[in-house]
């Protein structure tokens, strides 16, 4: 099993959520909000747990999902904030995601069939696998008409 990879899903659906919380303002992303402290190293330099979180938060904007001005050190993105692509990801609606027959209100029933929803209870669930599994979902390219929410 390649933990990194693991990590490396929660870091980014983590990085992704606090920014679709705070959407459309632009935030200082710390990396010790997502994953906690983490003591440097012997040499001062921080922990690898923390360089692959830092890293996963780069990746994401490479890739275009989010954007920043700068990093702060080692620690945080400032000025960070989602692109039109990683928002229209997060708010499109997951199929299957509720329960044929919820008698739950439309509102209701669009918000919590999002992916940024579904995202936020696995990691408050600590389900390591439906956590990947929505994560590569995110990283899907397909945008439909029928599956976006907005």
């Known amino acids: 099993m390649d933990l990194q990879i693991d990590e490396f899903y929660k870091d980014a659906a983590a990085g992704m959520l606090t920014l679709y919380q705070a959407f459309p303002r632009k935030i200082a992303?710390?990396?010790e909000d997502l994953i906690g402290r983490?003591?440097?190293?012997?040499?001062g330099l921080p922990s690898k747990r923390h360089q692959s979180c830092?890293?996963?938060l780069l990746w994401l904007a490479e890739e275009g999902?989010?954007?920043?001005?700068?990093t702060?050190?080692?620690?945080?993105?400032?000025?960070?904030v989602l692109t039109e692509k990683g928002f229209l990801r997060l708010s499109r609606a997951i199929p299957h995601a509720l329960p044929a027959g919820d008698v739950q209100t439309a509102s209701v029933r669009r918000v919590q069939?999002?992916?940024?929803w579904q995202l936020r209870e696995a990691?408050?669930?600590?389900?390591?696998?439906?956590?990947a599994r929505l994560t590569r979902h995110l990283f899907e390219s397909t945008?439909?008409?029928t599956s976006d929410t907005v």
Do not use: C, M
């Open 113 to 116: 069939a999002t992916l940024a």
């Open 38 to 43: 983490e003591e440097p190293d012997e040499f």
């Open 54 to 56: 830092l890293g996963a």
């Open 123 to 131: 990691l408050g669930q600590q389900s390591s696998e439906k956590v």
């Open 29 to 31: 992303l710390y990396v």
């Open 72 to 80: 702060i050190a080692y620690d945080a993105l400032d000025q960070a």
């Open 143 to 145: 945008l439909t008409p």
């Open 65 to 70: 999902y989010i954007r920043f001005d700068s």
